[in-house]
């Protein structure tokens, strides 16, 4: 069982966080940051009763989680409001390298193993109603790693599409790919193709997939894009806002751009160059375990 509590904050946590203690547990190491208004706050996982947490609990009853298909709901706990869940929670799913040399192992298996992670989170997802799952798989930084461990990447993001696009299809889950596709083999952009023309009708869960993606290469496209309208005489300079740019981002492919919530995983403290415009206002939670570890690890509150 997978179980994680996200404590929403009770006072202004602004200040810098307190230095860590290696001695305390791994989920001890979470800050928050409060939202600027109400619209933002009310994507964000709150108890009902009276508490300063709310339980969030993913069970894991697929047996060896290879597929989506055939799994069971999981019920929303009774503590949770359903009006108040997330809309979008984007995910940062760091550490499976860090978990495959713990365990003298080739980070392929890490990569792999991060794989159940992340059906996991989509089967959450899909049960509790989150209509936005972002997740960062592949950075425009990751290109400069081992060839070997790259192209085995890249054949494991086709393998995946390949075992889980039926699953998708029957379970009403769209999948959208943003970042620079013109860099991924030419195989693996016809299956993005193909995956997001066969689940553009899907409106369950938007699985965003973010491959060969960075904050600030969606920045400078957006920008491109804008400068290119106003050369063509379609848009006058002084139209040019934060309205007009945020068109022009990968995230205008959902309804929901703007992440309510992020986590990352391994105990990094910083957003790496993920959704740098759409993250201004998210909550963020961090966590020390390595994302392979969440299918099996409980995480609770201090």
């Known amino acids: 069982m997978f179980s994680l509590r996200l404590p929403i904050p009770l006072e202004n946590t602004l200040t810098p966080p307190p230095k860590i203690n290696p001695s305390l547990p791994p989920y001890s190491h ?8 109400r619209s933002q706050t009310q994507g964000l996982i709150v108890p009902k009763r009276s508490s300063a947490t709310a339980g969030v609990a993913l069970r894991d009853d697929a047996g060896d989680g290879t597929s989506l298909d055939g799994d069971s709901p999981e019920p929303l706990p009774a503590e949770l409001a359903a009006e108040l869940m997330p809309k979008h929670v984007a995910v940062i799913m760091d550490g499976n390298g860090r978990w495959a040399k713990l365990k003298r192992l080739p980070p392929s298996a ?4 991060g794989v159940q992670s992340l059906r996991s989170m989509v089967r959450l997802c899909c049960s509790w109603g989150i209509k936005v799952l972002t997740v960062f798989a592949f950075s425009t930084d990751n290109w400069v790693r081992p060839k070997v461990e790259v ?8 393998r995946t599409i390949d075992s889980e696009i039926e699953a998708f299809k029957r379970e009403g889950i769209q999948i959208s790919v943003i ?11 016809r299956m993005i ?5 066969d689940t553009k009708h899907n409106s369950r869960l938007q699985l965003i997939v973010a491959v060969s993606y960075s904050g600030k290469y969606d920045v400078v496209q957006a920008c491109k894009s804008v400068a290119k309208k106003v050369k063509d005489g379609l848009l006058h300079l002084d139209d040019i806002s934060e309205n007009i740019i945020e068109q022009e981002l990968e995230t205008n492919c959902t309804q929901f751009p703007y992440p309510d919530l992020l986590i990352r995983t391994s105990g990094e403290l910083r957003v790496s160059n993920f959704l740098l415009w ?13 994302w392979p570890d969440l299918e099996r690890t409980s995480l609770q509150t201090p």
Not at 30 to 37: A, K, Q
Not at 110 to 113: K, Y
Not at 151 to 158: H, I, Q, S, T, V
Request: charged share 20%.
């Open 151 to 158: 192209d085995f990447l890249m054949m494991l993001f086709e």
């Open 278 to 290: 759409q993250l201004a206002y998210t909550e963020l939670y961090f966590n020390r375990e390595l």
């Open 193 to 197: 193709i193909n995956a997001e023309e």
């Open 179 to 189: 970042g620079d596709s013109s860099k991924l083999p030419e195989s693996l952009q």
């Open 30 to 37: 979470c800050y928050f940051y409060p939202p600027h208004s």
């Open 110 to 113: 890490g990569h792999q193993a």
